[in-house]
């Protein structure tokens, strides 16, 4: 079975430009989660899902990061404009019962 | 005051050494409670469930204690294998805004 499933691996940006990452969860999971892992502040929630609507949001650093879910099986999280200190590792993860199964991650360095 | 809290070690253990992990947790209507184990530059992988009663898996053994919201790891006879960051986990009333501690990191040593 595929795992939940993240693009980029990998991103590099300058600062102001727009990111888009992308995530595919585990087919029958009716939640999503994105987080963010930095050094300083370890593993944040952002922001998660459940049946595509967005439930909590309150992780969510400012207006420049915003997350869709337009169907089951996708979720992007946007960062508009991209700063420095957004640079970090995001994960989503998907789940149908508490128990949270991760993506790979992308791993963003914004310069 | 940060929702759930960890001692981030380093712990350095030998080989065959038995190691405890604490976690404390701030919201008292949390409801559901984990341990998840993260290798170098990997991501977090679920360890295992925190039950009221206490549960063993193997040489691992989680605990949980309600009145002091405290849940704790102990790993008996540590291998090379186990050298990772152990991050407790709480799931807030409602079950499912889940949070992570910020991880204890442990290295074992031949």
């Known amino acids: 079975d595929a795992g939940v499933i993240q693009s980029p691996r990998h991103e590099v940006t300058e600062m102001g430009q727009e990111v888009t990452l992308r995530c595919k969860p585990i087919?029958?999971?009716?939640?999503l989660f994105w987080y963010r892992q930095t050094m300083m502040r370890g593993l944040e929630l952002l922001i998660y899902?459940?049946?595509?609507?967005?439930?909590?949001d309150s992780g969510m650093p400012e207006d420049r990061f915003s997350a869709k879910m337009p169907n089951a099986s996708f979720s992007t999280l946007k960062i508009q404009p991209s700063e420095p200190r957004d640079s970090a590792v995001y994960f989503c993860?998907?789940?149908?019962?508490?128990?949270?199964?991760f993506g790979s991650g992308t791993q963003l360095s914004v310069l | 005051r940060k929702e759930v809290e960890q001692d981030p070690g380093p712990f350095n253990v030998p080989e065959g050494a038995t190691v405890a992990f604490n976690c404390t947790y701030s919201n008292s209507a949390s409801q559901s409670f984990f341990w998840y184990r993260q290798d170098c530059r990997k991501e977090p992988k679920l360890l295992m469930s925190v039950y009221s009663s206490g549960n063993e898996d193997g040489r691992f053994t989680a605990q949980l204690n309600r009145a002091s919201q405290y849940i704790s790891l102990l790993i008996r006879d540590s291998k090379l294998s186990d050298s990772a960051t152990y991050l407790c986990?709480?799931?807030?009333?409602?079950?499912?805004?889940?949070?992570f501690g910020a991880g204890t990191r442990l290295f074992v040593k031949a």
């Open positions: 899902f459940n049946n595509n609507v967005p439930i909590d």
């Open positions: 087919s029958g999971h009716d939640y």
């Open positions: 993860a998907s789940t149908k019962n508490e128990k949270l199964f």
């Open positions: 986990v709480v799931n807030g009333a409602g079950g499912f805004k889940t949070i």
